[in-house]
C-alpha cells in the first residue's frame, strides 16, 4: 500500500475517533457546554468563524466539532451553521487562489494535492460537476483547486458550493445526534469498505463490499432489533393517521434522491413496512419512475459528455444492447430493468445517454421494475414484522431474479 493512502487512512480513523469522542463529551456535557461556550449569538458567530478558518488553513477539519453543534442547536440549524461556513470559507479560498494564485496558495495547502484534482474539472457543465466533486473531494482542495485551474465564476462557484454541501452538511449534522454505538458501527462499515478498495482488486473488491454491507445490516438488524421495530411501529401510527401525506414524502424522497446516486432500497423496504404489499408496491413504484425519469433527463441533457466519456466505458455490457434499443426499445428497457444486471442508479444514467425516446423509457422503466419492487416491498414488509419465513422467501426471490438476470 502507497505510504500516501496510508496517511489517509490513519488521518481519517482520527478523525472517526475525534467525532465518536465528541458525540460523547456532548451528549453527557451538554448543559455545561452550553454554559461555557453561551448559546446566544456568539457561540454561534464562534463555530462559524471556526468553520471559515479551517477551510482556509487546509488540511485542517472540523468534522469532529459537528456533534458538539448539534448538542446545542439541534441537527438542522448545526447543518445550516456548518453550510454558512464551509461556503464562506470556499469563498476566501476561491479568491485567494483565482486573484494571487499558486505562490500564495502553497502557504495554505499542498500544491501537489490540488494539481491531482485537475484532470477531474471539465470545460463543460461546470456548475453541476462542481455540484458532484464537492461531495467526495474536500471543500479546501476543490476551493483552491477551481481557483486555479477552471474558469468559473464568483457566482456559479458560491451556488454549486452551497448545494454541494448541503446534503453532507445534515447528515453529519443528524448522526452527531445518534448513539456512541450507532456512530462506531458507522465508523467501522467506512474504514472496511476504504481498506478494501484500497488492498483488493476491483473484481474482488466488489464481492468484499456486498459482504460487508451484508454483515453491518445483519449486524444493526440483530444490535437494534428492539429499537427497529419500535420505530417501524412509530412510523406505522404516523402512516394511518396521515396516509396521503406519508406516501407522498416516500415518493417525493424517492423522486430527489434517485438522481444524487442514493440507494433507493431502504425507502422500498419502507414502502412494504408501513403500507403492506399493494399499496407499498404502488408507493415504491411511482417513486422509483419519477426519480429514474429525472436521472435520465439530467444524464441526457447535463451530464451527457460525462457520462459518455466516464460511466458508459465502465459498463461495457450495456453497448450490446444498442442496436436492440434502436429496433426494440420498449422491449429491451422492460428487460434490462426486470433483471437486476445494471446497478438501478448507473442504468438511469446509462440509457439517458442513448438513443431511447423518452415516452418509452418511463412506461418500459415502470414495467419492468414491477416485479423487483415487489419482491423488496414483500421483504419490507417481512422486516417490519420479523418474520424468519417470510424473509427468507423475499431474500431467495431476489437471489433467483439475480441469477436470471446473470444468465440472459
Same mark, same amino acid.
Given at each position: 500500500?502507497?505510504?500516501?493512502?496510508?496517511?489517509? &487512512?490513519?488521518? /481519517?480513523?482520527?478523525?472517526?475517533?475525534?467525532?465518536?469522542?465528541?458525540?460523547?463529551?456532548?451528549?453527557?456535557?451538554?448543559? $455545561?457546554?452550553?454554559?461555557?461556550?453561551?448559546?446566544?449569538?456568539?457561540? =454561534?458567530?464562534?463555530?462559524?468563524?471556526?468553520?471559515?478558518?479551517?477551510? &482556509?488553513?487546509?488540511?485542517?477539519?472540523?468534522?469532529?466539532?459537528?456533534?458538539?453543534?448539534?448538542?446545542?442547536?439541534?441537527?438542522?440549524?448545526?447543518?445550516?451553521?456548518?453550510?454558512?461556513?464551509?461556503?464562506?470559507?470556499?469563498?476566501?479560498?476561491?479568491?485567494?487562489?483565482?486573484?494571487?494564485?499558486?505562490?500564495?496558495?502553497?502557504?495554505?495547502?499542498?500544491?501537489?494535492?490540488?494539481?491531482?484534482?485537475?484532470?477531474?474539472?471539465?470545460?463543460?457543465?461546470?456548475?453541476?460537476?462542481?455540484?458532484?466533486?464537492?461531495?467526495?473531494?474536500?471543500?479546501?482542495?476543490?476551493?483552491?483547486?477551481?481557483? /486555479?485551474?477552471?474558469?468559473?465564476?464568483?457566482?456559479?462557484?458560491?451556488?454549486?458550493? &452551497?448545494?454541494?454541501?448541503?446534503?453532507?452538511? !445534515?447528515?453529519?449534522?443528524?448522526?452527531?445526534?445518534?448513539?456512541?454505538?450507532?456512530? &462506531?458501527? =458507522?465508523?467501522? $462499515?467506512?474504514?472496511?469498505?476504504?481498506?478494501?478498495?484500497?488492498?483488493?482488486?476491483?473484481?474482488?473488491?466488489?464481492?468484499?463490499?456486498?459482504? =460487508?454491507?451484508?454483515?453491518?445490516?445483519?449486524?444493526? #438488524?440483530?444490535?437494534?432489533?428492539?429499537?427497529?421495530?419500535?420505530?417501524?411501529?412509530? #412510523?406505522?401510527?404516523?402512516?394511518?393517521?396521515?396516509?396521503?401525506?406519508?406516501?407522498?414524502?416516500?415518493?417525493?424522497?424517492?423522486?430527489?434522491?434517485?438522481?444524487?446516486?442514493?440507494?433507493?432500497?431502504?425507502?422500498? #423496504?419502507?414502502?412494504?413496512?408501513? !403500507?403492506?404489499?399493494?399499496?407499498?408496491?404502488?408507493?415504491?413504484?411511482?417513486?422509483?419512475?419519477?426519480?429514474?425519469?429525472?436521472?435520465? /433527463?439530467?444524464?441526457?441533457?447535463?451530464?451527457?459528455?460525462?457520462?459518455?466519456?466516464?460511466?458508459?466505458?465502465?459498463?461495457?455490457?450495456?453497448?450490446?444492447?444498442?442496436?436492440?434499443?434502436?429496433?426494440?426499445?420498449?422491449?429491451?428497457?422492460? #428487460?434490462?430493468?426486470?433483471?437486476?444486471?445494471?446497478?438501478?442508479?448507473?442504468?438511469?444514467?446509462?440509457?439517458?445517454?442513448?438513443?431511447?425516446?423518452?415516452?418509452?423509457?418511463?412506461?418500459?422503466?415502470?414495467?419492468?421494475?414491477?416485479?423487483?419492487?415487489?419482491?423488496?416491498?414483500?421483504?419490507?414488509?417481512?422486516?417490519?414484522?420479523?418474520?424468519?419465513?417470510?424473509?427468507?422467501?423475499?431474500?431467495?426471490?431476489?437471489?433467483?431474479?439475480?441469477?436470471?438476470?446473470?444468465?440472459?
Amino acid at each position: 500500500m502507497k505510504k500516501e493512502n496510508i496517511l489517509s &487512512i490513519i488521518e /481519517l480513523l482520527c478523525v472517526i475517533i475525534f467525532f465518536v469522542v465528541a458525540t460523547f463529551f456532548a451528549q453527557k456535557y451538554a448543559i $455545561e457546554i452550553k454554559n461555557s461556550i453561551g448559546g446566544g449569538i456568539s457561540g =454561534i458567530l464562534l463555530y462559524i468563524a471556526i468553520n471559515i478558518f479551517a477551510v &482556509i488553513l487546509a488540511p485542517i477539519s472540523t468534522l469532529p466539532l459537528i456533534p458538539i453543534a448539534s448538542g446545542m442547536w439541534g441537527w438542522f440549524w448545526a447543518g445550516i451553521f456548518s453550510i454558512i461556513g464551509w461556503v464562506v470559507g470556499a469563498q476566501i479560498a476561491f479568491y485567494i487562489s483565482r486573484r494571487f494564485g499558486k505562490p500564495l496558495v502553497k502557504k495554505f495547502v499542498s500544491l501537489d494535492k490540488i494539481g491531482k484534482i485537475e484532470d477531474k474539472i471539465p470545460e463543460k457543465n461546470i456548475f453541476w460537476t462542481v455540484v458532484l466533486l464537492r461531495m467526495i473531494i474536500p471543500v479546501d482542495l476543490l476551493s483552491y483547486g477551481l481557483g /486555479l485551474f477552471s474558469k468559473i465564476k464568483s457566482i456559479p462557484f458560491l451556488f454549486s458550493t &452551497i448545494f454541494g454541501v448541503m446534503p453532507f452538511a !445534515f447528515i453529519f449534522a443528524y448522526v452527531g445526534t445518534l448513539s456512541i454505538k450507532i456512530q &462506531i458501527i =458507522i465508523g467501522i $462499515e467506512i474504514m472496511a469498505a476504504i481498506l478494501v478498495m484500497l488492498l483488493y482488486k476491483k473484481s474482488s473488491a466488489k464481492k468484499i463490499l456486498v459482504l =460487508i454491507a451484508v454483515l453491518s445490516v445483519s449486524l444493526t #438488524l440483530f444490535v437494534y432489533k428492539s429499537e427497529i421495530l419500535l420505530l417501524i411501529q412509530n #412510523l406505522k401510527e404516523i402512516s394511518i393517521q396521515k396516509p396521503l401525506f406519508t406516501a407522498l414524502v416516500l415518493i417525493l424522497s424517492k423522486t430527489v434522491l434517485t438522481p444524487l446516486g442514493f440507494p433507493g432500497t431502504p425507502l422500498t #423496504l419502507l414502502s412494504g413496512s408501513l !403500507f403492506g404489499k399493494f399499496f407499498g408496491t404502488v408507493i415504491a413504484l411511482i417513486g422509483n419512475t419519477l426519480g429514474a425519469t429525472l436521472a435520465f /433527463l439530467f444524464s441526457r441533457y447535463v451530464f451527457r459528455e460525462y457520462v459518455q466519456n466516464k460511466v458508459l466505458p465502465k459498463y461495457p455490457r450495456i453497448l450490446k444492447y444498442e442496436k436492440r434499443f434502436e429496433q426494440k426499445a420498449l422491449a429491451t428497457v422492460v #428487460l434490462l430493468r426486470l433483471i437486476p444486471v445494471f446497478p438501478f442508479n448507473g442504468l438511469n444514467f446509462l440509457l439517458g445517454v442513448l438513443n431511447i425516446p423518452l415516452r418509452k423509457y418511463v412506461f418500459a422503466s415502470f414495467i419492468g421494475m414491477i416485479p423487483g419492487t415487489a419482491l423488496f416491498v414483500y421483504f419490507g414488509e417481512s422486516l417490519g414484522s420479523m418474520s424468519l419465513v417470510n424473509i427468507l422467501i423475499a431474500i431467495g426471490g431476489i437471489l433467483l431474479l439475480t441469477y436470471i438476470g446473470k444468465k440472459i
